[in-house]
Each structure stands twice: as structure tokens, then as C-alpha cells.
């Protein structure tokens, strides 16, 4: 289903000029048939429009919080564009189509992985997310949708090799849960401050925190453990800070770490995960590290 707003995609007259260079296309209203209607932002690399070459996409999630102050969450954004414009100039990436994916007041809900739910007792699983795990029905939005739109509209590199997500907080677990759930379309996912706790009541993962908070954690990771892709073709970024709610983070990477080491996946090789010492649950402290996931997921 095309948006009604901007059919065209990347042909459309640019919605904004950014700082930097190259152009936003925006689409108001996304319609979908799987999740409610959204904002989507996509940002057109400099030369996009003189050139002929097709470009690698990257999609992130919460879009609002990527590149204009006046739209992200407390005036602050992640940076992304003089990130990549910087990496770019570097020669450490090559042009990339960027594709912000706004959030919802159902965030929480289309963002937790729903598979993992399913080993929970029926009785509470729908209290984890604060409502009914509703992923299932973004990936498709994501996979069946919106990236055919963009492909069909966008000179692009559509296979896996040239297609990855990226997200922070509860957009780590839907990036992961992205590339598991459809490794042949996406090659790579970031995961920045990944919510490894799951749970997002206050009240769950709070120390001494819920026993039902940490059997989600333990769904989450069987599930990781036998529905990761062999290693060899995919490639995952970790990361978290140490303050406020990322201090909760380093002991639940450090357990996911194992999953993928006992999967074979190589630390260095096939995923990294690092610790930033100092580092908060915000999007400041994601802007001050944004190049570091962009230069893994992106980098030829």
C-alpha cells in the first residue's frame, strides 16, 4: 500500500533543505495495513540527484529523534547526518539513503519482540510491554511495505548485504528482533542501549526488580539462542552506557554476548559490544557515539 501523500517517494520535491547537504523527502501519513499510520523521513545523500548510482538504505527507528531538534524528544537529536557527512568525507562510508521511521504512541508495544512472549505465561505476558506485543505486525509494515515502496521508488541497493536497521533503547530489541526474524532482508542491525530488561514498568526492573522481569530476559535469550542466524553473513552492533537506566544494561549484554558466542558468532568479527563508560539513557550521549555504530553497520 503506497502512502497518499507522497507516492512519488524519492522523486517527490524535497520536503527541507538540511545543513550539510542533500535533501529529506517526507511522507506525512505512511498507511499500512498491519500498524497505524506514521511520519516517514527519508534523507537523500549529496549527489543523489546527479548521479545515477544506486545507494545502501539504512532504516532507524524513532525518526522523529534523528535529525531536526524541533521534532526529537527533549530538543535533542542523535546527529546522524553530520555523523555520516563526517564518515563520508573520511572515505569511511560510502553515500547512504537513511530512512526515519517515526514512533507511535504504541512504541512500546511495536518495538518488543512478540516471538519471545510466547514462552511466557498467558496470564501476564501482555503486561510486559504495558499491552500486546505488536512487532510482529511493524516488521511487516517494515518488510512488506515500506521497504518495497522505498526500493520501488529509490535507487537502491534493496539486497541484505546493503540493507540494515538500527535503533536505541527499546529500537535496539526491534532492530535485533528485525534481522532474526528476516535475515534475508536485513544484513545488519544497531543496537544502541539495547533494553535488555525487557519489561517497561518501572516497577519490573527496578532492583531487587520482578520475577517475571527476568523470566522475559531468559525468553528473550532461548529464543535469541535458536532463532540466530549461522554466523557468516550478518553482522550485529551492541552497545550501552553505565548511568541511570543503562547501568541496568552491562550483566544482560554480557549474558546476550554468550548466546551469540555459544551460536558462533565471533566477538570482533560478527558482532561487537561495547561499553561506554559514562554514557546515559538519552539521546545526547547516543549523538556522542552515533559515528561508532554508523561506521560498523555502514562501512564497505
Partial sequence: MLPPLAAAGCASPPSAAPAGGGRFVTTLVFTSAHVGPRRVTVWLPPGYDSDTQRHQVLYMHDGQNLFDPADAYGG????????????????????????????????????????????????????????????????????????????????????PAHTRVMGSSMGGLISLYALVQHPGVFGAAGCVSTHWPMSTQPAWITPPGDPRAAQAQQALRDWLAERLPAPGAHRLYFDHGTVNLDALYPPLQAQVDTVLAARGWQRGIHFTSRQFDGGDHNEAAWRARVQVPLQFLLSA
Fill in 76 to 159: 535533542q537529536t542523535w546527529g546522524v547526518l553530520p555523523a555520516l557527512l563526517a564518515l563520508r568525507a573520511a572515505g569511511a562510508v560510502p553515500p547512504t539513503i537513511v530512512v526515519g521511521i517515526w514512533n507511535t504512541p504504541l512504541r512500546r508495544q511495536e518495538y518488543g519482540p512478540a516471538a519471545p512472549l510466547a514462552r511466557l505465561p498467558a496470564a501476564w505476558r501482555d503486561q510486559v510491554y504495558g499491552g500486546p506485543a505488536l512487532s510482529d505486525g511493524y516488521l511487516r509494515f517494515l518488510v512488506d511495505e515500506l521497504k518495497p515502496h522505498i526500493d520501488a521508488t529509490c535507487r537502491t541497493l534493496p539486497g
